[in-house]
């Protein structure tokens, strides 16, 4: 048994309370038994009721910080989230070029969960053509999906989900993974698609109140279990009942949207050893 933890390499922007982005991504990636390397894109002034402003990093930085670790340690997945920049789009994606055969896991952050705007159309056009081709799995939600595969000259072009699913994977994404929080339905369906159209489909009990970090958790999550040497359906389906179990023991820490708490695990195992010195 190596004495080395799997290693995980995200690219992301810092939000300082906490809940998504970078810290999001180190938190969930520590808990789920990998080292986490942190690649800094943007920084943002944000709390948790949504983004203020966004300032991307110089993107050669951006290369270089990612150029530094990825020759000192190996890494055994790769994740992105906010990219802040066509010009990091593009240095991300010359770096990771290199690395063909280590997998990617894609969060295409294009807005808050308030809705403030995280990438323009020159940015998603950049992400489509560079960052896509080399992507394992993406985990767009439901609005991410359809902004991804909009015809701008068809206004009335409205595809299923399953359609944008596929017309993703036709640009060269190998996976899709659409997550269902944004659909009026009684549970929160997320739905992978490889392909051959659908690999599974996973039915969650909607949880109460609205989450800041949510996506983040989800891709750092199987960007973690791909490192740990599982196959990517089983990385799926546990990375996504670790998101729920944080959702569901997430707490509202500022006045705006729940965080995800990524070491509930730690806490109950606590909880447990208190309970069980009380008995004694």
Known sequence: MSDTPP????????????G???QADILTIASMGCHPLSIVTAITVQDTS??????????????????????????AAFKIGLLGSVENIAAIAEVISDYPD????????????????????????????????????????SMEARRLVQDEENEQDDPALAECAKRIILLGCEYVLVTGTHEHTPKV???????????RSDNW?????????????????????????????????EAQEYTWEALKYGFRAGMGQHIPDR????????????EEETRH
């Open 7 to 18: 290693i995980v390499l995200t690219f992301a922007a810092t939000d300082p309370s906490g």
């Open 20 to 22: 998504a982005g970078l």
């Open 50 to 75: 949504g983004v203020d402003d966004v300032e991307p990093i110089d993107a050669e930085l951006v290369a270089d910080q990612a150029r530094a670790v990825l020759e000192d340690m190996p890494v």
């Open 102 to 141: 280590i997998p990617l896991v894609l969060d295409p952050v294009l807005a808050s969960g308030r809705g403030d705007e995280l990438a323009n159309e020159d940015m998603v056009d950049a992400l489509r053509e560079l960052l896509l081709p080399q992507t394992t799995i993406l985990t767009p939600n």
């Open 189 to 199: 369906i997320n739905t992978l698609y490889g392909e051959r159209g659908l690999v």
């Open 205 to 237: 009990p909607r949880l109460p109140g609205i989450y800041h970090g949510s996506g983040c958790t989800l891709a750092s999550a199987i960007a973690a279990l791909l490192a740990n040497g599982l196959p990517i359906e089983d990385a799926v389906r």
């Open 263 to 274: 070491l509930f695990w730690a806490r109950d195992e606590d909880d447990d050893e208190n």
